[in-house]
């Protein structure tokens, strides 16, 4: 994240003082599309994010300047004030939420850039709404919205200006984020807990497919649906009180596809107990085993994966990689990988050699670094 970069561009656009506020994406280590089902998720915040500076304009507009795409955007704050442009609409609907929590959302100035990579499934978008989110909450609020509101914010701004229902973990890890600790997250209670992660002898690193991946077009919602329709005959309010035993009952009553995302769901819901109960016993065999599962879960059964990606999984597991499986919402974007120490570079090449002959292009390898959650810079 390139804080200098970020305070010169505002300094040529807006000139003056700002504050520079940062927010960091993401990886899960399991537990996915349980979110939403009132599941558990087994998130960390990652080393590259959205840096942005920022100053409060007196005034009753925004003014966004994009470094990245160098494109600007100038906007109202009334709901009829909406921009045009894709990345505009997730400031603005930080805007909104703020205010819709009661907080006295003024103008702005801003500059901002990232380092996330887009459509990597490491979650860029909630990196933009926690920035801002943070941000307005200490410009106009004073600091009073508490974190869970501010994820929450962003989480909203998803629903109601993006059109992507998702869940809260992606938001919530950049907020709550902490260096060196992945956090479990009950998001039926919203408990959540920290686990120092520092894996001795392994090493965690993402294999990006580079098959774009777009939540907004992408059948994501409709992932949600199938869970809620199944959880309406099951008279529960989502599937994280739903066994195997339950769903066996109801099948004659619902689709087999429904019948489908729903197994995966309340496999996954375990796999992530799982897989807490194993870090803590240093027992990382079982993290991999259980990482494979969901791949394939989210493959055959959830079915948002794509052959680039299963092509991923199964390649790592030719390499003896403990652990792999796509990570995020899926239909592209990157795998996660547990890898052994003295595997890495024989992973690392064979993925890069053999995904290039079969597909015309390298994935892109990023090594994982847990670190901290949103915050003011400066
Ligand atoms: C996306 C959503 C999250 C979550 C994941 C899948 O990242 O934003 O809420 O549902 O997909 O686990």
Redesign the pocket.
């Known amino acids: 994240m390139d804080i200098n970069k970020v305070k010169s561009a505002f300094a040529e656009h807006f000139g003056g003082e700002c504050a520079v506020y940062a927010s960091p994406g993401r990886i899960?280590l399991i537990?996915?599309?349980?979110?939403?089902n009132g599941g558990f998720?087994f998130p960390g915040a990652v080393d590259c994010g959205i840096v942005a500076a920022i100053r409060a304009n007196g005034e009753r507009v925004v003014r966004a300047y994009a470094i990245d795409l160098d494109e600007s955007a100038t906007f109202g704050l009334e709901e009829s004030d909406a921009p045009s442009q894709g990345w505009a609409k997730y400031i603005f609907g930080v805007c909104r939420e703020m205010a819709a929590l009661g907080v006295e959302v003024g103008g702005f100035d801003c500059a901002f850039s990232g380092d996330v990579p887009l459509g990597a499934?490491m979650?860029s978008?909630?990196a933009l709404e926690s920035t801002f989110a943070f941000a307005l909450n200490e410009m106009f609020a004073e600091g009073r919205i508490d974190k869970f509101a501010l994820a929450k914010v962003g989480?909203m701004t998803?629903h109601h200006y993006v059109g992507?229902n998702?869940?809260?973990?992606?938001q919530f890890a950049s907020v709550f984020g902490k260096k060196g600790h992945l956090m479990r997250l009950d998001c039926r209670s919203m408990e959540f807990e920290y686990f120092p992660f520092d894996p001795k002898g392994y090493r965690l690193l993402l294999v990006n497919s580079c098959v774009k991946h777009e939540?907004v077009d992408s059948p994501?919602n409709k992932r949600r649906e199938s869970c809620e329709r199944v959880a309406r005959v099951l008279g529960i309010e989502t599937l994280r009180d739903a066994e195997q035993e339950d769903l066996e009952r109801v099948k004659g009553e619902i689709s087999e596809e429904d019948y489908k995302r729903a197994k995966y769901v309340i496999g996954e819901k375990q796999r992530v107990l799982d897989v807490c109960e194993a870090l803590v016993a240093g027992d990382y065999e079982t993290v991999g085993a259980r990482m494979y599962a969901t791949h394939w879960g989210m493959s055959r059964d959830y079915e948002v994966s794509c052959e680039e990606l299963d092509f991923l999984a199964e390649l790592a597991e030719k390499c003896g990689v403990t652990g792999a499986r796509i990570m995020?919402?899926?239909f592209g974007g990157c795998t996660i990988n547990l890898v052994k120490e003295e595997l890495y570079d024989g992973f690392v090449e064979a993925a890069r050699k053999e995904f290039a002959a079969k597909y015309g292009h390298e994935p892109k390898i990023y090594d994982v670094v847990i670190s901290d959650g949103a915050r003011r810079l400066e």
């Open positions: 899960n537990g996915e599309h349980t979110d939403y998720v499934g979650s978008s909630a989480q998803e992507v998702c869940g809260i973990m992606d939540l994501y995020g919402g899926g």
